[in-house]
T-cell receptor, first 115, second 114 residues
């Protein structure tokens, strides 16, 4: 079965600084990878996804992620964060088992942007 | 846009009560899912359904049941609520067979069991 590791439970950063949120997954086969964002008291919203093709994926709100197959990583980056980026970020990998694909989620990283 | 609607955003129930959490999606998706979210544990899959009247257990099905009588509606049932079921519950849907697994989420239902 697939698994996802987000090593950082919380990442504090100052406004306008760059940030990287780390994600590693366990798989030796082709996978689909996702980053979701959750603002306080809301559901999860898709930030970006890697299905195939270019390993650099661009998403909403200026975020991007790079798929690295050899390191089984899918780290999320933003060159300059805003206060409004404060949220919890979840990495997920698809896992086909039985009737359909399911997503396996990491435990989340809280991005705390300080003025 | 896909819209997934959870009927209750906040609920407070007493131990032993029966609780229904309702979820409706409007994009004709085949698959529907119920997750619970707890701090430090991420999202854990309770049950999912890939067709009407079909259901499969996820990672933590104990204490829960589900119902899918219509394609657009997926209900989560707590037969006898307990305090350790206090949590955020998230409903999601996905396209169906051969999809990528991409999920579309509702706003969540925060349940407190006293």
């Amino acid at each position: 079965a697939q698994s996802v590791t987000q090593l950082d439970s919380q990442v504090p950063v100052f406004e306008e600084a760059p940030v990287e949120l780390r994600c590693n997954y366990s798989s030796s086969v082709s996978v689909y990878l996702f980053w979701y964002v959750q603002y306080p008291n809301q559901g999860l919203q898709l930030l970006l996804k890697y299905l195939s093709g270019s390993t650099l994926v661009k998403g909403i709100n200026g975020f991007e992620a790079e798929f690295n197959k050899s390191q089984t990583s899918f780290h999320l980056r933003k060159p300059s964060v805003h206060i409004s980026d404060t949220a919890e970020y979840f990495c997920a990998v698809s896992d086909y088992g039985g009737a359909t694909n399911k997503l396996i989620f990491g435990t989340g990283t809280l991005l705390a942007v300080q003025p | 846009d896909v819209k997934v609607t959870q009927s209750s955003r906040y609920l407070v129930k007493r131990t032993g009560e029966k609780v229904f959490l309702e979820c409706v999606q409007d994009m004709d998706h085949e698959n529907m899912f119920w997750y619970r979210q707890d701090p430090g544990l991420g999202l854990r899959l309770i049950y999912f359904s890939y067709d009407v009247k079909m259901k499969e257990k996820g990672d933590i099905p104990e204490g829960y049941s589900v119902s899918r009588e219509k394609k657009e509606r997926f209900s989560l049932i707590l037969e006898s609520a307990s305090t350790n079921q206090t949590s955020m519950y998230l409903c999601a849907s996905s396209l169906g067979l051969e999809d990528t697994g991409e999920l579309f989420f509702g706003e969540g239902s925060r349940l407190t069991v006293l």
